[in-house]
Structures are given as C-alpha cells and as structure tokens.
C-alpha cells in the first residue's frame, strides 16, 4: 500500500456573506457600465416558502477575466458548466456559478453571460482561477467552435478524432444544419476515417 | 546517463467500451513500475447527443429523454430539467408534490449508493458483501416498483408536479420498507466500517485533498469526504428539502477526523443511505394534503412554455452529486432554444488525476470506483513498453485478479 497521505483540513476561510443585492452592487461599484445588466430573481418552494436566489449578470467581454477574479476575491466559486446560446451573430456563453456554499440554505446561484461575435469567438480561459473548469471549456472548443484563449489542453473531449474538424453541432446556422444532415444521412454507412 | 540506466515508463491504457459499461471512459496511465506516474482521462466513448436531440422535441418529451440520460439517476435527472423549466415559466409546484419529489429522490440514493457499495466489495474481492449489499437494495427496489410501477425508469414527474400520488394503503409497505433497511443499514455499516479486508484496501488509498475537491469542483460524495460542505440540498431550499431539514454529510461524523481516501468515501454514503431513510419518513410524516400538479392539461402547458420568453437553471444533488440543467426559451418554438446537461460524474473527472497518481496497479479499480461514476468495467488493457515496444493485453478480468491478489497479500502479511 502506498504511504499513508494525510490531508490537513483547513476550515474554510469564513467569507462575509453579502445579500444578493449587495453582490450586484459590488460588481457595478468595480466594473460601473460594463456590466450591462443585471436581474435578481426569487422563488420559493415547500409549504414553508423559503426561497432560493438565481443572479443572472451580463457582462461585457474585455471585463470577463477580472470579473472571475474579483469573484475569486469575495468568495471561492463553484463552477459547475458553461452553457452556450448561438445567436447568429453572437454567441452567448453562460457561466453558472454558484456561491456561498456550505452555510446552510444561503447558497446563491449566479449566471454569468458574456457575448462573443461569431466572426471571431474568443474568450479567455479562467483555468489558472478555477482549475475546474478545464472541462467545460474543453467542451465549448468542440461544440460551439470557441476558442480559449490560453487553455491548458486544448484537446477534443467528446467528439470523435474522424468528426469534421469545421462543424460545431450546438451552432444553429445553415452549415451546421448541412453538415450535420450529411454526417447523419451516412450514418449507417460508416464514416470515413483519414 | 548511459541507456542501460535510463527509467523506463510504460503506458496503460484502459478502457474505452465494454459492452456492460454504463459510462466508457478511456485512461491512459503513465506508469513506473508499479506506481502510477501520470493519468489521462479521454471522454466521449458513448456521445449520444441528447442534447442535441433534445432540441428537436417540446418540453413533455424531454422529461422521458432525460429520464435515459443515465440508468440509475433515472429521477435526478427529469428533475433538474423539470425545475429550470419550472424557473424559466414561474410554473408553481403543488406543496404535496414538492414532498413525495423527496420520498422518490431520497429513495433512488439508497438504491444508488447500495448498488455502489456492492459494487466496490466486488472491485477489492469481497463478493460475499456484494451479494449481501444487493439483497438489501432488492428491498429498496421493490418499494419503487410498488410505487411508480417500474424498478428504474420512474416515470414519475412531469413539470409541475409529479404523476402518481403516494396513498394511505401505500404507507404500511413504506413503514415495512424503512424498517427492513435500517435493519440492513446495521449489518452492512458493521462490515464496511470495521472490516479488515476494507479497511486496509480502503484507508490511505485516493486521496483527494480539501484544496484540490475545491479548486477542481468536485461535486458530491466524492468532495464531501474531502471536507468540503457542499450538498444542494442543504446549500438552497428546493422541493420540500428546506422544510424538513438536511445536514451535510462529511466523514468526521464518525472518525473525527477528515482524509479524503476511499475509506472516507465509504463513511459519506453509508451515513446517507441513513439520511435517506430519515428524510422519507419525515416526509412521509409531514405530507400535506393537495392536487399533484399545477397544470393538468397538457396542451395548455406546452402553450404556456411555447409563450415564455426567458431562461433558467435546475439543480438538484443526484446520488452522485450536483446535477444542473440549463434551458433557454425563445418565445416561439415548442423545443427549447437550448438545453445543456451537465451530470455529477463530468465535475468529478479532473478530481480523478490527482487521486490516481501516486497508487498502484492493483487499485485503480477501487480509486476509479470511488467517485462512482457509473464505470467499473475496465476492459481491454493494453500494456506497452515504451523501449522495446513488446505489447502485453491485460483485460477486466486479469485487472480484477490483480486487485483480488493485493488483498490475498495484505491479509496474510
């Protein structure tokens, strides 16, 4: 058996919980007109009616790795995906936080959206923050054609070494729509490998 | 440094496809010797783009695709997609409906982490626990045939609320159910906890660290045996979740003290199929009277999404973890603009590199299994020796045996 590892547990640095308007406000205070908008919304469930809050934030893009790191400054996020919109012209790309984990019912959900042009899709990558996230981001190269900037693996994750290396499945324009109905009509005869 | 002297490596890669497998995951291992050096995790084996098909159908028939997303979780699932729809259309949950959602949830962890428990007896060579950890969950299964009228896929939800009600004459084999469980919680907690053979399999073996559980974002069982507080449905209210009451789980309750190894892993679940039995009866104790869904009609449901405007996310802790959908509505379609899945195994996949590093060969099934990701079969390994590339294959059966062979060992040592 290997040496026995021991893990020290360090209690997690109690952060000062702010209230989810607060939490607005500390973003628009840093960053003022680059957050474009911002919505809190509530709803309440079970016969007690306690609520749970979902954040959703739009941000500019050229704000979007110093917002991940001022949210690393006020608490340690969870990330838990990056989902993605395709606009025709813009891509939207959705980060869904979640903070203040951990201290009972107080979790707060905070959807973070940022808007790409299709001409050029590109975003930073938040691995050297949150190391997490490599997956998603991974993810989002091959599904929806970003690139990420700075990725520390830039390797296909899901889709097939023979899938066609210009064809993003979750993009909903023409050649996509093409693409795809071709690679399915051939389906059953095999696809060729280079 | 001369050639003779020169460190051979090998790479072993294992995986992807076996027929039994429920989720194939490729591995390659970057080994010395017996210990493993580097590990990479290549997904994608089974991609079956239910994303992508979900797309194509309205609302009511994603909640039957999502029940397929995978086998087990075949509750959390429909759930998650039925609340991000429910957050993006303001659709209200009948109270009645938002507790027996908990009687079904809470039922699918105990079947999930049995299933699990077995599975990890078999993987160390202990099937005599295995066939006693199954018999229990037969128990289990037997309550959700009783009463959704299938063993797996439920069939039970629909946005809104649920479908079948949960009765009076129901009670009495719940009651039966719940004390037969406990009575099986005892026996098995016994084995797993204070048994050699686990313990020296089990203790030390994958660590993952506080920092790393966190920095990762790993989800469930797997960073709560690290010490990280996180279970959704103690970190925010949903369903009846924040009226009964939920405390997270963390191995300390029972040593005192956090490792973040196998072992660990092991306390986590078994404290919450204990949990579990707790919640369903306070649940079934404080169920309000009240209709089971909002909306009966469907059309006039699917009418109501087709006008909304707006999006939303849905998260709920499956057996495994976090699980979280997010769909977006554009006002004119019956499909959801998008729908993205993001299950508990995905967040727990980085977590798995720093576990194996450091271990042998015999453990990689028991470390791969402890995340439990839906992925026990390890088939068709090739062993490669990077100087003279002789090629050894390896299969499941061999890697069994060798783990099977370590126990033998540690016991007579």
Same mark, same amino acid.
């Given at each position: 058996m290997s040496a026995k590892k021991t893990t020290k547990k360090k209690e997690k640095k109690q952060d000062k919980m702010l209230s989810p308007e607060e939490v607005v406000k500390y973003f628009k205070d840093e960053f003022k007109t680059k957050i474009k908008s911002a919505e809190i919304k509530r709803r309440t469930t079970g016969s007690k009616k306690k609520e749970f809050v979902n954040i959703w934030i739009k941000i500019d893009k050229s704000i979007f790795k110093d917002f991940v790191k001022h949210l690393c400054n006020l608490t340690y996020p969870h990330l838990a995906v990056a989902c993605g919109n395709d606009f025709g012209k813009t891509i939207e790309l959705v980060y869904n936080f979640s903070i203040y984990y951990g201290n009972n019912l107080q979790e707060i959900s905070l959807n973070v959206a940022v808007d790409v042009p299709k001409s050029k899709p590109e975003i930073e990558t938040i691995c050297d923050w949150i190391p997490g996230a490599l997956i998603t981001e991974r993810e989002k190269q091959e599904m929806l054609g970003i690139k990420v900037i700075g990725i520390p693996d830039s390797r296909r994750l &899901?889709? *097939?070494?023979? &899938? *066609?290396?210009?064809?993003? *499945?979750?993009r909903k324009d023409e050649q996509t729509k093409k693409g795809i109905e071709k690679l399915y009509k051939n389906l059953h005869e095999g696809v060729k490998r280079k | 440094m001369s050639k003779e002297l020169k460190k051979t490596t090998y790479q072993i890669p294992i995986g992807p496809i076996h027929p039994a497998l429920k989720e194939p995951v490729m591995f390659k291992f970057e080994i010395d010797g017996e210990k493993i050096v580097d590990v990479d995790v290549e997904l994608g084996q089974v991609h079956r783009a239910i994303e992508w098909t979900g797309m194509r159908r309205n609302s009511i028939q994603i909640i039957y695709l999502a029940e397929r997303i995978c086998g087990i979780c075949s509750f959390v699932h429909p759930l998650a997609f039925c609340r991000a729809v429910e957050n993006a259309c303001e659709i209200d949950v009948p109270e009645r409906s938002d507790y027996i959602r908990v009687v079904h949830g809470e039922l699918e962890r105990i079947c999930s982490h049995l299933l699990w428990a077995g599975v990890a007896a078999h993987e160390i060579g202990f099937d005599s626990l295995l066939f006693l950890t199954w018999e229990v969950r037969e128990k289990a299964l037997d309550l959700v045939e009783y009463l959704t009228g299938n063993r797996i896929t439920k069939a039970i939800l629909t946005i809104g609320g649920v479908r079948r009600d949960i009765k009076k004459e129901h009670h009495q084999k719940i009651k039966e159910t719940m004390d037969a469980l406990k009575e099986g919680y005892k026996q098995l907690g016994h084995i797993f906890l204070d048994d050699k053979t686990v313990k020296m399999r089990s203790q030390g073996c994958g660590v993952l660290s506080y920092e790393d559980a966190l920095r990762l974002c790993a989800v469930g069982p797997t960073t709560r045996a690290s010490g990280v507080k996180k279970d959704v449905r103690a970190d925010q209210p949903y369903t009846a979740y924040g009226d009964i009451g939920v405390d997270y789980m963390t191995p300390d309750i029972i040593t005192g003290e956090v490792n973040g190894d196998v072992y660990d892993r092991i306390i986590v679940r078994l404290l919450e199929v204990k949990q579990s039995i707790d919640l369903i009866e306070k649940a079934i104790d404080q169920m309000p009277a009240g209709d089971l869904v909002s909306e009966p009609k469907i059309p006039k449901l699917l009418s109501r999404i087709k006008k909304t405007k707006g999006e939303g996310v849905g998260r709920d802790e499956a057996p495994r973890g976090e699980v979280i959908h997010y769909v977006k509505f554009?006002?004119?379609?019956?499909?959801?603009?998008t729908w993205k899945v993001r299950a508990s195994t995905y967040a727990n996949i980085l977590p798995w590199i720093p576990m194996l590093k450091g271990e042998q060969i015999a453990d990689i099934p028991i470390v791969a299994a402890s995340i439990d990701p839906?992925?026990?079969?390890?088939?068709r390994v090739a062993v490669v020796n990077n100087l003279d590339n002789k090629k050894y294959m390896l299969n499941k059966e061999h890697l069994h045996e060798l783990s099977i062979m370590k126990t033998r060992r540690l016991k007579h040592k």
């Amino acid at each position: 058996m290997s040496a026995k590892k021991t893990t020290k547990k360090k209690e997690k640095k109690q952060d000062k919980m702010l209230s989810p308007e607060e939490v607005v406000k500390y973003f628009k205070d840093e960053f003022k007109t680059k957050i474009k908008s911002a919505e809190i919304k509530r709803r309440t469930t079970g016969s007690k009616k306690k609520e749970f809050v979902n954040i959703w934030i739009k941000i500019d893009k050229s704000i979007f790795k110093d917002f991940v790191k001022h949210l690393c400054n006020l608490t340690y996020p969870h990330l838990a995906v990056a989902c993605g919109n395709d606009f025709g012209k813009t891509i939207e790309l959705v980060y869904n936080f979640s903070i203040y984990y951990g201290n009972n019912l107080q979790e707060i959900s905070l959807n973070v959206a940022v808007d790409v042009p299709k001409s050029k899709p590109e975003i930073e990558t938040i691995c050297d923050w949150i190391p997490g996230a490599l997956i998603t981001e991974r993810e989002k190269q091959e599904m929806l054609g970003i690139k990420v900037i700075g990725i520390p693996d830039s390797r296909r994750l &899901f889709l *097939p070494e023979e &899938f *066609p290396k210009d064809l993003y *499945p979750w993009r909903k324009d023409e050649q996509t729509k093409k693409g795809i109905e071709k690679l399915y009509k051939n389906l059953h005869e095999g696809v060729k490998r280079k | 440094m001369s050639k003779e002297l020169k460190k051979t490596t090998y790479q072993i890669p294992i995986g992807p496809i076996h027929p039994a497998l429920k989720e194939p995951v490729m591995f390659k291992f970057e080994i010395d010797g017996e210990k493993i050096v580097d590990v990479d995790v290549e997904l994608g084996q089974v991609h079956r783009a239910i994303e992508w098909t979900g797309m194509r159908r309205n609302s009511i028939q994603i909640i039957y695709l999502a029940e397929r997303i995978c086998g087990i979780c075949s509750f959390v699932h429909p759930l998650a997609f039925c609340r991000a729809v429910e957050n993006a259309c303001e659709i209200d949950v009948p109270e009645r409906s938002d507790y027996i959602r908990v009687v079904h949830g809470e039922l699918e962890r105990i079947c999930s982490h049995l299933l699990w428990a077995g599975v990890a007896a078999h993987e160390i060579g202990f099937d005599s626990l295995l066939f006693l950890t199954w018999e229990v969950r037969e128990k289990a299964l037997d309550l959700v045939e009783y009463l959704t009228g299938n063993r797996i896929t439920k069939a039970i939800l629909t946005i809104g609320g649920v479908r079948r009600d949960i009765k009076k004459e129901h009670h009495q084999k719940i009651k039966e159910t719940m004390d037969a469980l406990k009575e099986g919680y005892k026996q098995l907690g016994h084995i797993f906890l204070d048994d050699k053979t686990v313990k020296m399999r089990s203790q030390g073996c994958g660590v993952l660290s506080y920092e790393d559980a966190l920095r990762l974002c790993a989800v469930g069982p797997t960073t709560r045996a690290s010490g990280v507080k996180k279970d959704v449905r103690a970190d925010q209210p949903y369903t009846a979740y924040g009226d009964i009451g939920v405390d997270y789980m963390t191995p300390d309750i029972i040593t005192g003290e956090v490792n973040g190894d196998v072992y660990d892993r092991i306390i986590v679940r078994l404290l919450e199929v204990k949990q579990s039995i707790d919640l369903i009866e306070k649940a079934i104790d404080q169920m309000p009277a009240g209709d089971l869904v909002s909306e009966p009609k469907i059309p006039k449901l699917l009418s109501r999404i087709k006008k909304t405007k707006g999006e939303g996310v849905g998260r709920d802790e499956a057996p495994r973890g976090e699980v979280i959908h997010y769909v977006k509505f554009d006002g004119e379609h019956d499909e959801p603009f998008t729908w993205k899945v993001r299950a508990s195994t995905y967040a727990n996949i980085l977590p798995w590199i720093p576990m194996l590093k450091g271990e042998q060969i015999a453990d990689i099934p028991i470390v791969a299994a402890s995340i439990d990701p839906c992925m026990s079969c390890t088939n068709r390994v090739a062993v490669v020796n990077n100087l003279d590339n002789k090629k050894y294959m390896l299969n499941k059966e061999h890697l069994h045996e060798l783990s099977i062979m370590k126990t033998r060992r540690l016991k007579h040592k």
